[in-house]
DNA sequence: AGTAGCTAGATAGTGGCAGTATCTTCCATG
DNA sequence: CATGGAAGATACTGCCACTATCTAGCTACT
């Protein structure tokens, strides 16, 4: 496949595909000449990937890279997951700080609730998780909100997050008897999931205010 | 408030504060003179949603803007959940489409697949909603990357959701008793939320890969 | 054999975004 | 009455994700 094919084919435009191998998201086609490169049904597959990691999963060119080389470097056993994991981008808030002493207190409010929770979770993360130091932060961002969460609130969502991770990983798994393809599937389920859920809940929201106000007009998006 | 002490408090500089006015996150302050505006309260408060929403939200600016403006205009009522919730914006993923028989059985099968959740969970959506035609095109990029849910996995993360936003329906309501703080909490709930509970999902699922791969490196779950 | 039409690789340019800096005019306060 | 801010307008910067152009070299058709 030339790449024109590989082009029209995936509808990545041409000047894109050079770019992404410039990036190195895109592994080089096997060159026949100095001057013309095969390129083959792994490459249809990277771009596609490329496109949707980019695209529903939000990710930068940067992240993407460093994701798709956690893939291609897993030696297609367990530390797959852990890597994939890793490298996806966290949300990561630090708003510069006002007043000290205010901002003592919600650092110290916040990592203890952190810690309760771990703690009550029984979870098993290593102290170094970048997870934990996002959560602590965001928990921080909401605190200077005046908008923490409310004792047990946060241990609720918790619960609820361990049954998602439970049917993510069964998702996971389930590719275990192709090993080359489970990391890909890795990736797939860690970083493009997260946004078909935060739909569903969008959609579980929206039919949750409509249940609880039924004076709310049954039509769409209001009209600018 | 001078709008140095507005910039010292919330530790926001003044030229950005002056760039939120103008794009119209941040309301002007109460002019004392040609060349002087008081700021209260409420400005450092607006600052520090925008903060959050922009950092920890992920939101752009333009983005922001229309949460706010959807804040401010909420008559105080029940209509400010529905109004913030569609300011939100949603991650579509619409790649160009390469082969036309495949891309249409993708696009049909991704519609039944919504219209099969939405019916089995009863959910009460418009048929405009934005979310279900996010949802939908989502679906469809897992499908292109021959990754959709196997049958009842969605409705499984679908029952997880609606869990979620009775949670989030809760913690919005816990402040109906203020109502021009209900918009606020409203978007605090839905936009910010996300972010910690996409990292309550990351540490489960850390979680849960640990339990499930106990051995090391050396002993993969299953090995080629 | 000649040539039109690709191709690879390098480099430069574009448009959007989120600020940041500068400039001018004006005024409150010591 | 001098001076340090403040307001508003405009211009500039840096980053990102492409996109376009240019050079040089095939290669397949006639």
Redesign the pocket.
């Known amino acids: 496949m ?4 590989l ?1 029209r084919t995936t509808g990545v ?4 595909i ?5 990036q190195g998201l895109l592994p ?2 096997k ?9 083959g049904q792994e490459h249809v597959q990277r771009l596609r990937l490329i496109k949707a990691l ?1 695209t529903l999963g939000g ?5 993407t890279r460093d994701v798709l080389t956690a893939v291609d470097q897993a030696d297609s056993t367990d530390s797959a997951l852990g890597a994939v994991s890793y490298a996806l981008p966290v949300p990561v808030a630090e708003s510069p700080a006002g007043d000290a002493d205010r901002e003592a207190e919600i650092g110290a409010a916040a990592e203890a609730e952190v810690a309760d929770l771990i703690a009550a979770m029984d979870w098993q993360t290593p102290g170094t998780s970048p997870h934990v130091e996002a959560l602590t932060a965001a928990l921080r961002e909401l605190r200077r909100l005046d908008a923490g969460y409310r004792p047990g609130e946060l241990l609720a969502y918790a619960e609820l997050a361990r049954s998602i991770a439970r049917l993510d990983l069964d998702r996971a798994a389930a590719f275990d008897d192709a090993p080359e393809a489970l990391a890909e599937q890795a990736v797939i389920v860690f970083a493009l999931s997260a946004p078909v859920l935060e739909l569903l809940r969008r959609l579980a929201q929206e039919d949750q205010v409509r249940r609880r106000i039924p004076s709310l007009p049954s039509d769409g998006p209001r009209t600018e």
């Open positions: 030339k790449i024109s094919e082009s435009p041409v000047a894109s050079k770019y992404f191998r410039r080089a086609g060159a026949t000449a100095a001057t013309l490169a095969e390129y980019t990710l930068s060119i940067a992240a």
